[in-house]
């Protein structure tokens, strides 16, 4: 059987041109049109020709060089400046330029703006293609790491006694440093620098100290991180917030959050992805850890369907207990609930603007000499209901997630919501993030983002010719 071998001292000719290195149909052609598509005032880019000094890199390549990095899952700066001497797709993508790793990550700490709004050019550009209808919306969370450590994350106390700590380091090191002064007996560059160490250190805490408005433990690395409970246990991270658009499974909007749960967070995330989209949307379906009515009763005033299922919904084999609120029956006319052996239960809130009202049994010997006593309630008052003033609104988002319509739209949800999330941990190697602080962490997903929708353009495009046109012919 004859063998193919390789030949490193044979000589070869590279082609002509860096231009054919790459193919046409090579996905590297789309983020370099995709790029060179975009408007550099519009996304905050400043270019300026005029500028004096020395020469800097092209901020469209370093853009183009970025976007393009991470959709391979390269986002350290040595690995791309690696890639920028090797790899044939980066050569070509540069046009030859080789900038160097601190060049690349100083033109991403300088740029955290620029990066976010790429994400949503990439939005408005699959608007023009009619891949976003910006019509049903979904939205979902995943926790991300913090590039922080949890031993970081301190209480107030254990901060002010580090603060202590260093003070009195400080205050010894003048003093020998004082006496070394005198009697010249030995260097002092080490305890000078050692100096300078310190008090840069008791600046940062003092800083830090400063950023404890209410919260009980704050990370010394990343102060806008917090301790964040996932399926791999408890670690410094941000809620990352995904919303896409239900047509294609496109990403309209992806958000760091510091919130410990999604509770709450629905309502902002679809006024981001509304402001991406620059339009509103009819329909918004999310899982059951973001049921809060509070949440979800400003978007039902809006006039949007919402599909939302409660807590109690999803837990569909918790066995339901024979005296749960649900086995009164509550009449709207007389605004009285009906315990379940017919007894009457009134209002008795008697405070102003509460959200949550309380219904109780006026007699309480009723309650006390009844059978049920014991298993209905324990309670000397009798028994007691309590009805939120939004219940009719629960009650009309719970009966339409049952609906065949809701059912419809809650199967497609489960389809589009989560895969992007699985994308960026596993197949980008993105579980965590490089950058600190929410501005910077918002940066590198909007990065993220921008690679998964030009991903998916391409893929319902047809391919990377078809989509290249489209991009050129919408410019």
């Known amino acids: 059987m004859a063998y193919r071998y390789g030949n490193r001292t044979q000589v070869t000719f590279l082609p002509d041109s860096i231009e054919q290195y790459v193919k046409e149909d090579d996905p590297v052609r789309v983020y370099d049109t995709f790029i060179n598509c975009l408007d550099p005032k519009e996304i905050g880019l400043l270019i300026d020709d005029k500028s004096v000094g020395n020469s800097s890199y092209d901020p469209i390549t370093m853009l183009k060089i970025l976007v393009y990095g991470y959709s391979y899952g390269w986002r350290s700066s040595r690995k791309l400046e690696r890639a920028l001497h090797h790899n044939l797709s980066f050569i070509w993508l540069a046009g030859g330029l080789k900038p160097d790793f601190k060049t690349i990550s100083n033109f991403r700490k300088n740029n955290l703006v620029v990066l976010k709004n790429v994400l949503i050019q990439s939005v408005r550009l699959s608007i023009e293609l009619k891949l976003i209808h910006g019509n049903v919306l979904f939205t979902d969370g995943s926790k991300f790491r913090a590039n922080a450590g ?176 649900d086995r009164f029956d509550y009449i709207a006319e007389k605004d009285i609930y009906i315990c379940p052996i017919g007894k009457e239960l009134h209002k008795s809130t008697k405070k102003e603007g509460a959200k949550t009202l309380e219904y109780s049994i006026l007699d309480k010997e009723i309650c006390l000499s009844c059978i049920h006593y014991g298993k209905c309630t324990t ?8 009805r939120s003033i939004y219940e009719s609104i629960r009650e009309g988002i719970a009966d339409f997630y049952e609906s065949s319509k809701g059912q419809e739209i809650y199967s497609k949800r489960k389809n589009i919501a989560e895969l992007q999330f699985g994308h960026f941990k596993r197949n980008l190697g993105a579980g965590s993030f490089l950058l600190r602080g929410m501005k910077a962490i918002n940066a590198e997903l909007g990065i993220l983002g921008t690679c998964f929708n030009l991903s998916r353009i391409t893929n319902l495009m047809g391919g990377v010719r078809p989509a290249i046109t489209k991009m050129i012919e919408i410019q």
Request: hydrophobic share 25%; with cysteine; net charge positive.
């Open 150 to 325: 949890n031993r970081q994350t301190k209480d107030l106390e254990t901060w002010s006694n580090y603060k202590e700590h260093v003070t009195k380091r400080i205050d010894s090191l003048l003093s020998e440093i004082n006496s070394i002064d005198e009697t010249e007996t030995q260097s002092l560059v080490s305890m000078n620098k050692e100096l300078k160490s310190q008090r840069t250190l008791k600046k940062k805490i003092t800083k830090l100290l400063d950023e404890f408005k209410g919260e009980e433990k704050v990370n010394g690395t990343d102060p806008e991180c917090k301790i964040m409970n996932g399926r791999q246990g408890s670690h410094a991270g941000y809620n990352v917030q995904a919303t896409l658009d239900g047509a294609n499974g496109l990403i309209v909007s992806l958000e760091g959050s510091d919130s410990r749960n999604d509770m709450g967070e629905l309502s902002t995330q679809i006024g981001i992805a509304e402001t991406n989209l620059g339009k509103s949307c009819e329909t918004v379906c999310a899982d059951a850890g973001y049921s809060s009515i509070e949440d979800l009763v400003p978007l039902i005033k809006k006039g949007k369907t919402v599909v939302v299922p409660s807590q109690k919904q999803v837990l569909k084999n918790k066995k339901e207990k024979p005296f749960d609120k």
């Open 379 to 386: 309670s000397k008052k009798g028994r007691k209901v309590t």
